[in-house]
């Protein structure tokens, strides 16, 4: 099996974050990395939730005992629990991507939208890092932001449920 090095994945991201490319999928030997840039592709194309592979590679690099180990392993186990199941009337925004979950768009600032705001599709909600590389996600709907189901701070994995609005 090839080693694919976070470096690797790094460069894919970058590479294709500057390119006009609206998506890109990367199979090697087992290794797999989906990226777009609409997120409403995801379920055009019909991908599964990852199974958690995708967080494995990157729990290899990460250091043991470390925060991103421990997010990492509760989020696979959170998964293997059953995953989460969206209320009837409700719309859940979800991750575009593998990476750190972030409310504010730096440390002591404001969260983008608070639980009970009113959104558009084009409101700036959160930001996704993975090396370094921060992808702001936008909402994609309108309605009210009714719960923040992941904490600042915590991994997510690609498609993982990060906010339910409800729909106006």
Same mark, same amino acid.
Not at 49 to 67: E, L, V
Not at 75 to 95: K, T
Not at 100 to 125: H, M, N, S, W
């Given at each position: 099996m090839a080693e694919v090095k %976070?470096?690797?994945?790094?460069a =894919?991201?970058? !590479?294709?974050?500057?390119?006009d490319?609206?998506?890109l999928r990367v199979s090697i030997d087992g290794f797999e990395i989906y990226l777009s840039k609409n997120p409403a592709d995801r379920d055009r194309q019909g991908r599964p939730r990852s199974n958690g592979q995708d967080a494995a590679i990157h729990a290899a +690099?990460? %250091?043991?005992? +470390?925060?991103?180990?421990? +997010? =990492?392993a509760a989020s696979l186990a959170a998964d293997s629990a059953g995953g989460f199941a969206i209320p009837d009337g409700f719309v859940a925004i979800r991750a575009p991507n593998l990476g750190?979950?972030?409310?504010? %768009?730096?440390?002591?600032?404001?969260?983008? #939208?608070?639980?009970?705001?009113?959104?558009?599709?084009?409101? $700036?909600i959160c930001l996704? $890092?993975?090396?370094? =590389?921060?992808?702001?996600v936008r909402a994609g709907v309108t309605g009210i932001v009714r719960e923040v189901l992941v904490?600042?701070?915590?991994? #997510? $994995?690609?498609?993982?449920? =990060?906010?339910? !609005? $409800?729909?106006?």
């Amino acid at each position: 099996m090839a080693e694919v090095k %976070p470096e690797d994945v790094d460069a =894919l991201v970058q !590479i294709f974050d500057e390119s006009d490319w609206d998506e890109l999928r990367v199979s090697i030997d087992g290794f797999e990395i989906y990226l777009s840039k609409n997120p409403a592709d995801r379920d055009r194309q019909g991908r599964p939730r990852s199974n958690g592979q995708d967080a494995a590679i990157h729990a290899a +690099s990460a %250091p043991a005992g +470390s925060t991103a180990a421990r +997010s =990492l392993a509760a989020s696979l186990a959170a998964d293997s629990a059953g995953g989460f199941a969206i209320p009837d009337g409700f719309v859940a925004i979800r991750a575009p991507n593998l990476g750190t979950f972030y409310r504010a %768009p730096k440390p002591g600032a404001a969260p983008y #939208v608070d639980i009970g705001q009113k959104i558009e599709p084009d409101t $700036e909600i959160c930001l996704i $890092e993975v090396m370094k =590389l921060f992808t702001p996600v936008r909402a994609g709907v309108t309605g009210i932001v009714r719960e923040v189901l992941v904490s600042d701070g915590h991994l #997510v $994995e690609y498609d993982q449920p =990060l906010f339910l !609005i $409800e729909p106006r």
